[in-house]
């Protein structure tokens, strides 16, 4: 799970997936501005995910590196944007097999961005939740059968 920052959309993300899947599947966020290394989630994503029973305060912002691609099956970008910063990174065409847009699962080939919420009021964390919501239990339905 990739946005910019690793603070607001892709650690709900995590959280969520994480909580919808065994523990035996490694579920992971990054950002690919790294410019919130080992910080907290965002304040108002932690308690939108607590809200719907989710504990994230054990997640650090990190940033999104080329080993990535070697640790992931599928990395899921929030945005276009983070997209294509991945691509930009990846090293061969296995690597961009991997990227994917995480909206595409629910509106497949839409190419939507989960909107970024930081500036925004806590409506906007909301709306961001529902829609990883979704999209994760559609991800999950896929890996658990």
């Known amino acids: 799970m990739v946005c910019l920052g690793n603070i607001c959309r892709s650690p709900l993300a995590e959280g969520i997936l994480k909580s919808k899947l065994d523990a035996e599947h490694l579920v992971d ?3 690919t501005s ?6 907290l989630p965002d304040k108002r ?3 939108v995910a607590r809200l719907h029973g989710l504990d994230i305060r054990d997640q650090r912002s990190r940033k999104f590196t080329v080993k990535d691609f070697d640790a992931f099956d599928v990395i899921y970008a929030m945005d276009r944007s983070n997209y294509d910063d991945i ?3 990846s090293r061969n065409d296995d690597d961009k097999s991997k990227v994917k847009m995480i909206l595409n699962v629910s509106f497949p080939n ?6 970024d919420p930081y500036y925004g009021g806590d409506k906007g964390f909301v709306n961001v939740y529902n829609m990883l919501e979704e999209a994760c239990e559609i991800i999950a339905s896929k890996i658990n059968n």
């Open 110 to 115: 839409e190419n939507l961005n989960v909107p």
């Open 29 to 31: 966020s990054a950002g």
């Open 45 to 47: 994503s932690i308690e």
């Open 87 to 89: 691509l930009y990174l």
């Open 34 to 39: 790294g410019h919130h290394g080992g910080e």
